[in-house]
């Protein structure tokens, strides 16, 4: 079976170079050696990604980040083992031993230490640390479920460490330095809020969508499903759109003029952001699996996860 919990199967397939999906809190990544140039260019190759679009690495500990990195200096260090391990991906200066191929030839490396505890396990297994993109073809929705991962890339890869659904269902939220301005440069699983709050500091700049080459996970059009998504923000009611679709995703209650045929497919009942988030990359998936061509979806509140659920909805809706 292609699909399983063995983690000494999943460490024995990739000391041997091959590529394994691993389970992430945030989606599924397709894991390869970070070190191993083969290795490496065979995850370009399997996710169809451009050599310009660079890959996280995942280490076991933060006391692993000097091997491959510069070490952060001590407020980021306190920022890291705060949010470590967890949904916060780390930009430093790379050491030698990461080849450029990974960074894309940015003198940066983006890091992380996963929660999820199989894959936690998994990279304790290993000398090596674990470049892993979300586990779908480029520019498609990314994926929550070892089901997702087999439904796209079941043919290309020897196994999928099945760790359940993602918890928290988002990428995570990537920050670095620039001139020692803290920066997002992509929203994700820890809100700003959060990474305000604990590093006591203020967010000099958040990258949104661009064009941007040392971003291109922020390319706009990203997270694509091919069903035709319409989004409304919080003053635009349903009845004004000129071409009223079947499906709506909800969050929360439900527009007062929604027809009474209207497939509803809940991002949240609750008007939950946590669960939004984790529902979200589901949903637009289950756009395509109904073979649905048009649905619509009102942007959530812009506070917590909120911003970066709307961020995935907003690149969804991108064409
Ligand atoms: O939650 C996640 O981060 C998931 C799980 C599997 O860990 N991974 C993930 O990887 O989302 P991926 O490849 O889909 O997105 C990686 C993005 C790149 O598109 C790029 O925007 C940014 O991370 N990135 C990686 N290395 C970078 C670098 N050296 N400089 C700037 N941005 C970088
Ligand atoms: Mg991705």
Redesign the pocket.
């Known amino acids: 079976m292609i699909i399983g919990q063995d983690i000494d199967k999943a460490a024995a397939l990739l000391k041997a170079g091959e590529l394994v999906a691993i389970p ?1 809190e ?4 397709l894991a390869g050696n970070a070190l191993n140039e083969e290795a490496v260019s065979r995850i370009f190759k399997v996710k169809n990604r451009p050599f310009f ?4 690495i ?1 280490i076991p500990h933060i006391d692993a980040l000097g091997l491959y990195a510069e070490i952060p200096p001590a407020n980021d260090l306190r920022l890291l083992s705060h949010f470590w391990p967890g ?1 916060l ?1 780390y ?1 430093a200066p790379k050491k030698a031993i990461i080849p450029d191929l990974v ?2 030839g ?1 003198p ?3 890091i ?1 230490v ?1 929660k999820q505890p199989i894959t936690l396990s998994l990279l304790q297994e290993l000398d090596f640390p674990l470049a ?4 779908n073809p480029f520019g498609y929705v ?1 994926p929550t479920s070892a089901r997702h991962v087999a439904d796209q890339l079941g043919k290309d890869i020897p196994y999928i460490l099945d760790g359940g659904e993602a918890e928290v269902g988002i ?2 939220t ?1 920050v ?1 330095r620039i001139n020692h301005r803290l920066v997002v ?2 929203l ?2 820890v809100s700003l809020e959060e990474l305000e709050d604990v590093s006591g500091e203020r967010i000099a700049e958040v990258r949104r969508s661009s064009s941007s080459p ?5 390319l706009s059009l990203h997270y694509s499903p091919h069903c035709r998504l319409t989004l409304l923000d919080s003053q635009q009611s349903f009845s004004a759109l000129e071409l009223q679709p079947k499906v709506w995703l909800g969050f929360g209650a439900l527009p007062d003029e929604l027809p009474a045929s209207t497939q509803i497919l809940w991002l949240s009942k609750d008007g939950d952001v946590l669960e939004a988030a984790r529902n979200v990359f589901k949903v637009l998936r289950q756009l395509d699996e109904q073979a649905i061509q048009h649905a619509a979806v009102r942007l959530l509140p812009e506070v917590g996860l909120g911003r970066a659920v709307n961020d995935r909805l907003i690149r969804a809706a991108a064409r």
């Open positions: 992430t945030t989606v599924y990544g679009d660079p890959l996280i995942h949904p991906t930009l960074t894309a940015s940066l490396v983006a992380r996963p892993a993109p979300s586990a990314s990428e995570s990537i670095g440069f992509r994700g699983g040392d971003a291109p996970g922020m």
